[in-house]
């Protein structure tokens, strides 16, 4: 029975964070104006600047708990291109990676009138991650030649593809991550070289005043064809100092772990349910989100939590804002 449930358990905590050696982490950053973080094509997709400052922590009770840090810019170059950077801390137990990534995008204004959003946007994003191992912690009665004691790191280059298309309040992006398929080369047991990850996402804002925007968000991995979707709904405010926003998102995995309990077996999916709030005052921006994990078989209660600062400039000319109630795409 224990040999069930450790599988189980396993098989939830990598869906949650064993893509923590695969780049960046999907999780719900781009809820938070964040849509660069996960797709390319959407640098400088407003005509200002934009910088985002994340932090993730999973379980604060349990040592060595993922955790992630992002920070990215991108703005505006041109008429018609954007660019961008990320940087990235990512930490899960001994394993670890740092990384760069920058950014060309490239937008097609479909529409005569600028003010009119009606958009056409393909991004490349290429960058370089050290991946490290460390095993100077680990002790065995019986030495095996696998450790080797020290810590081993390794880098390796790969790219994303991202495309977008912008119709005043509607929305919709494709991207797929580690293109190239790169492997690290860190252990010296069997590696796999296919990191690649398939985004595909659309969205809606109803609403002046008081907005609505539900979307949804649909992703799968190539090597272990593991399929989740988000459906998300968020509520905005305008208020005097700015703009107050809520929402909530449900996250499920297409594919089950079996479990035995009780002399009989059982299947659990993985599921999340995380609400977010944020505000906008001024140039700035606020959000924390709180994802639970539903399910009879857990590793922890604890839940995780994000926080996501930012910064917008480069955008007060409202002649050169677009006549739509679209967040990602006005400052």
């Known amino acids: 029975m224990r040999r069930y449930i450790t599988s189980l358990i396993i098989t939830l ?31 400088g997709i407003a005509e200002g600047t934009k910088i985002r400052l994340t932090a993730r922590k999973q379980w604060f009770n349990v040592d060595e708990a993922p955790s992630l840090q992002t920070l990215n810019v991108n703005f505006r170059a041109g008429e018609r291109s954007g660019v961008g950077v990320i940087l990235f801390n990512d930490s899960n137990g001994y394993h670890s990676q740092t990384g760069f990534k920058g950014t060309y995008a490239h937008h097609l204004q479909l529409a ?15 960058g370089v991650i050290l991946s490290s191992l460390d095993e100077t912690e680990f002790r065995s009665v019986i030495p095996d030649p696998v450790i080797t004691g020290v810590k081993n790191t390794a880098s390796y280059f790969n790219v994303d593809l991202g495309v977008s298309y912008s119709l005043f309040e509607f929305y919709a992006h494709a991207a797929v991550l580690n293109l190239l398929g790169s492997g690290r080369d860190l252990y010296t047991a069997a590696e796999f070289d296919n990191l690649r990850r398939y985004l595909l996402s659309a969205g809606y804002v109803f609403g002046r005043t008081t907005r ?15 399929k989740t979707v988000d459906i998300n709904a968020k509520v905005y405010r305008d208020v ?12 499920r995995s297409f594919d089950g772990a079996q479990f035995q309990q009780n002399g009989g077996f059982g299947e659990q999916r993985l599921q999340l349910f995380t609400p977010i709030i944020g505000v906008n005052w001024d ?6 989100n709180y994802s639970y994990q539903s399910g009879d078989i857990r590793f922890d209660n604890g839940g995780f939590h994000q926080i996501t600062l930012g910064y917008d400039f480069g955008q007060n000319d409202q002649s050169k804002r677009y006549d739509c109630y679209c967040p990602a795409a006005n400052n």
């Open 212 to 226: 609505i925007e539900p979307s949804v968000l649909f992703q799968m991995t190539d090597f272990t064809q593991e």
């Open 112 to 126: 005569g009138d600028f003010r009119t959003l009606n958009q056409l946007s393909f991004g490349l994003s290429a």
């Open 240 to 251: 005097s100092f700015g703009t107050v926003w809520a929402g909530l998102s449900y996250r």
């Open 283 to 288: 140039r700035f921006l606020f959000s924390y």
């Open 13 to 43: 905590i990598f869906g949650l964070s064993a893509r923590a050696q695969e780049g960046i982490p999907v999780y719900f950053d781009y809820l938070a104006d964040n849509y660069y973080l996960v797709y390319p094509s959407m640098a």
